[in-house]
Structure formats: structure tokens, C-alpha cells
């Protein structure tokens, strides 16, 4: 079936355009309404949000799509999406949405769907979704007296901050710690500094004043550069920059190095390692995670399972094959022993336990490997499936014979936008530059002459 509105990672576009309309939204709350109930109580479903202006706009939408198919709405209000999914299970609720685009900026919205159970939703089952979203519901939503209704639920903040806290031994304090926190101006604005302060460190925070546009806006985990400027200017132990919906998190050392996911994943499986707790013989992540840590791996006897790119195709392979740890470069790093979803602060709060353990700089403990260089290059194209075009397809495979078996290529289109993504690594920074050049070069030619 072709996915007219489901992407990578739920509904994504631009706010009050197709498909992320008021129109839309409500049909999503009437199609997922119906899709979920089960049994003969009454059902409920979690919404949360992150801090852009369109939220309130889609959250009121879904909330009446919801209630028409005889749903009970929670309104959880800003919060980061790893929390969304650990109410849907806290609080017995049958769905959980939440709204947000991620690192996109402001003028983008999404809509993400979590199952009963706090994972997201399988290709199948939205695909059942989708394919009620242009048809006559009518006949099936609730009758007057079996309506939904909607409240907002107060303590929510609360509940998070104490579970992403449970996640750490309890005799362990980040007292002396320095942290500084880029809230990227979005959901966990609020959690974040809280939590970190609460467990002992002494907190800077940054980029924690939303006000419905600023979200992602040259900070956050797409934009270290705030990050590593303030890290630098308070003499920080680390930063910490989370995206606007808290799923994913880059780090900055104490030398305003950043330190991408899949350093972070390096750390967390060797220490996990160590202490017997990682489960599967390695770390399951995606065809962008970099060459130098499936070789740190294999030095550690663990193996490295790719997988498309896209946090719910790596949680699929864990949850099937046994490990608890996954994620990929760009931060969403999922910890399965604590989350079912990418949780940027709980995953921050591992590293900064493996420091405080170590007694060592941020510098030190948290650089496992030397990348192996990688070049990726965004084309924008306006229409058609360029990567079936001849000339594309020869290009390509001219790419991977040169770099034959030292390096990798990966060739994919965005899930999100109309770009083509062009990456590629080996031990030949040159070689690799080249390849990517070439490749995107006759895409970028292909999208010219249309």
C-alpha cells in the first residue's frame, strides 16, 4: 500500500498544510479512536505536545476526532515524547499521541502514535490507520451518550522526572558535577533542569524560554553550537543538548567536543558490558552509524546489527533479537531495560553516571573510538524517484567499487522531506569526499533538467 501520509516516524509537514491540518488531525483521533478499543471499558487516550505554536491548534482537533469515536482524552500538555510513551502505560490508557516534529523547526508539526503497550505503532497497524483516513466514518463513531471527554492531567512533569531519576542507582549523586542543558526552547524545558538538579549537579540552563517559535532555532542537539560555547564559557564537566521533543540527545565535553550518538551507544554497551547487564552480544543501530564503532565492537567481542534508518526499526530489532541497547547517530539511543522510545535525559543521565563512576573528564571516558571519516550530503529534488533513474543508478555502483570493501555507501531518500541522502565512509577521507560529490552531483543534474 503507498503511505499517502505516515512516514518514517509518524505524520509529519507543515503546520496547516497537508497532511498537518486541524481536518487531518481529527480524522487521525476518529480513525486511531476506533482502531484501539478493546473490551467494553472506558477507553482513553494520552496526547502530549512539544512547544510549537501549531500544538494547540492539532491537539484541539485531535481531541474532538478522539472523543467522537468515544474516546477519554488526558491532556498532558508540553513534555517530552519518552514520557508520552511511559503514560500511556502508567496510566492504563489504550493509545498515546504526541505532537511534534522532532528537531524540525517551528513551523512543522507531526503526529506520532504510541500502542497500549509504550512502543510505537508497527507499519501494519498504520497502515490500517491510514486507510480509514479517507473514508466516511460516520457510521461507526459513538453515539450521543457514549462521547469521549477531555481533561488536562496535573503531575505529569512530576512522574517523569521521578521515573528518569529511578533510572540511576540511588546511591549515586551528581553532586560536583557542572552540567549545562540546551532544552533546544522545547518540551523538556521544564523536566530537564529539574531532574539533574534534583540528583545533585549543579545545572546551567540554556535555550528554556519557548514561546511557540523558537523551537530548535539554532540550538538543541541540531545546533551544538550554543552548547558548546556555554560549556566552554562556565567551565562545564559536560553539556547536554536535547531536540525539541527530548527523544534524542548529542553531549559536549568539558572541550566543547561533541560527542554523537554513536559514541554515546559505544560507552553505554562497553559499560553495560562490564557489568554484565547488556543483553543480545552488541548494539543494534542503523546503516548511518559510523564504521569506527562496529570495529570498537568487534574489539569488544560484540556484534553491530544495521537496520533502515528510523528509532522504531531499530526498537523492532531489539524487541525481536534480545538487546537492550540501540539507536542511532543522530541520538536517539533507546535503553530498553528503562524506555520502549528514544529518552534523551535518561540516556544522558547513563553517560553522566559512567563519568561520576569513572573520576575521569567527560573527554576521556565518553571518546571509544576514532570515527571513521563520513561524508553526507543532503540533494533537495522536486518530484519523481530519482534513485531509479539509469544514470543515478550507475553513479552508485561506480561509488561502491571504489571504495570496495574499506568503506560502506548508503543511498536513501528522507522520510521526512524531499531530499535524497548521499553518505559515505572510509579510511580515504579524499576518496570518500569523492564518491559523495559524484553521486550527488548527478542527482543534483537529474533535478536540473526536470
Not at 505524520?11 to 484501539?36: E, H, Y
Request: negative net charge.
Amino acid at each position: 500500500m503507498t503511505r499517502n501520509y505516515f512516514g518514517t516516524d509518524g505524520i509529519r509537514g507543515r503546520a496547516n498544510s497537508n497532511p498537518m491540518t486541524p481536518d487531518i488531525a481529527m480524522k487521525v483521533g476518529m480513525a486511531a479512536g476506533l482502531s484501539f478499543q478493546r473490551g467494553n471499558h472506558r477507553h482513553r487516550v494520552v496526547i502530549g505536545k512539544d512547544t510549537r505554536i501549531s500544538g494547540y491548534m492539532l491537539e484541539n482537533a485531535l481531541v474532538a476526532g478522539f472523543c467522537a469515536a468515544g474516546m477519554d482524552v488526558f491532556l498532558l500538555g508540553p513534555i517530552p515524547t519518552p514520557a508520552v510513551a511511559m503514560l500511556v502505560r502508567s496510566l492504563r490508557a489504550d493509545l498515546g499521541v504526541m505532537l511534534s516534529a522532532s528537531h524540525n523547526p517551528y513551523y512543522d508539526n507531526g503526529i506520532k502514535l504510541f500502542g497500549p503497550d509504550g512502543y510505537k505503532l508497527s507499519d501494519e497497524i498504520e497502515a490500517r490507520i491510514e486507510s480509514m483516513l479517507d473514508v466516511d466514518l460516520s457510521m461507526r463513531l459513538a453515539d450521543g451518550d457514549s462521547l469521549g471527554k477531555a481533561k488536562r492531567v496535573d503531575g505529569v512533569h512530576d512522574r517523569y522526572i521521578e521515573f528518569a531519576k529511578r533510572t540511576l542507582p540511588r546511591s549515586l549523586s551528581l553532586s560536583g558535577m557542572r552540567v549545562v542543558v540546551d532544552c533546544a526552547n522545547g518540551a523538556a524545558y521544564k523536566v530537564a533542569p529539574a531532574a539533574l538538579w534534583e540528583l545533585g549537579a549543579e545545572v546551567v540552563t540554556i535555550n528554556n524560554e519557548p514561546n511557540g517559535t523558537n523551537i530548535n532555532h539554532e540550538c538543541g542537539s541540531t545546533h551544538p553550537e550554543a552548547l558548546m560555547r556555554k560549556v566552554h564559557e562556565v567551565r562545564a564537566d559536560i553539556g547536554i543538548a536535547l531536540d525539541g521533543d527530548a527523544d534524542r540527545v548529542l553531549m559536549v565535553n568539558e572541550r566543547g567536543e561533541v560527542i554523537d550518538g554513536d559514541q554515546i551507544m559505544a560507552l553505554i554497551a562497553e559499560s553495560w558490558l562490564e557489568s554484565g547487564r547488556l543483553r543480545g552480544g552488541g548494539v543494534v543501530a542503523t546503516v548511518m552509524s559510523n564504521l569506527g564503532m562496529e570495529r570498537f565492537l568487534a574489539g569488544k567481542g560484540l556484534d553491530l546489527h544495521r537496520t533502515k534508518v528510523g528509532d522504531r526499526y531499530v526498537v523492532e530489532h531489539m524487541r525481536a533479537h534480545g538487546f537492550n541497547v540501540g539507536g542511532e547517530q543522530s541520538g536517539h539511543v533507546v535503553l530498553s531495560d528503562f524506555t520502549t522510545t528514544g529518552d534523551g535525559l535518561v540516556c544522558a543521565l547513563q553517560v553522566l553516571a559512567c563519568i561520576k563512576r569513572s573520576d575521569k573528564p567527560a573527554s576521556e571516558v565518553c571518546s571509544k573510538f576514532e570515527p571513521v571519516p563520513q561524508v553526507l550530503k543532503n540533494v533537495r529534488y522536486g518530484g519523481g524517484k530519482p534513485l531509479e533513474d539509469s544514470l543515478v543508478q550507475k553513479a552508485i555502483e561506480a561509488g561502491r567499487d571504489k571504495l570496495g570493501k574499506s568503506g560502506r555507501l548508503v543511498i536513501r531518500p528522507s522520510g521526512t522531506e524531499p531530499l535524497i541522502r548521499v553518505m559515505a565512509e572510509g579510511d580515504d577521507r579524499v576518496l570518500v569526499e569523492t564518491v559523495v560529490d559524484e553521486i550527488a552531483g548527478v542527482i543534483a543534474e537529474l533535478r536540473n533538467a526536470a
